[in-house]
Nanobody, 120 residues
């Protein structure tokens, strides 16, 4: 069982920055794609950014150029999200997600989520 622990986030003013971290632990075999998602009140959960094991990144159009995703490839068990130039529209609960591979099986795990609030 893989456990994800998130940290960071909180409150920021428009134009400010925050950093989110997500560390995986437990019976880890191979973690493939890691990513961040967010869900604003009364909205669907949406992709923010993902990063593959090879470091290939993908961003939502709304955060491209403002957010940066990275991962700790030494152990490949941590993923980070640097949020800059924050806007009130970025207010949401942010969740990390990892794809864990055991043999030919792939399983997804989600972090507990942390609220990010951006004031204008």
């Amino acid at each position: 069982q893989v456990r994800l622990v998130e940290s960071g986030g909180g409150l920021a003013q428009a134009g400010g920055s925050l950093r989110r971290s997500c560390v995986a632990s437990g019976g880890i075999f191979r973690i493939n794609t890691m990513g961040w998602y967010r869900q604003a009140p009364d909205k669907q959960r949406e992709l923010v950014a993902t990063i593959t094991r090879d470091g290939i990144t993908k961003y939502a159009d709304s955060v491209q150029g403002r957010f940066t995703i990275s991962r700790d490839n030494a152990k490949s068990t941590a993923v980070y999200l640097q949020l800059t130039s924050l806007q009130p529209e970025d207010t949401a609960d942010y969740y990390c997600r990892v794809e864990h591979q055991i043999g030919t099986g792939q399983f997804e795990y989600w972090g507990q989520g942390t609220q990010v609030t951006v004031s204008s």
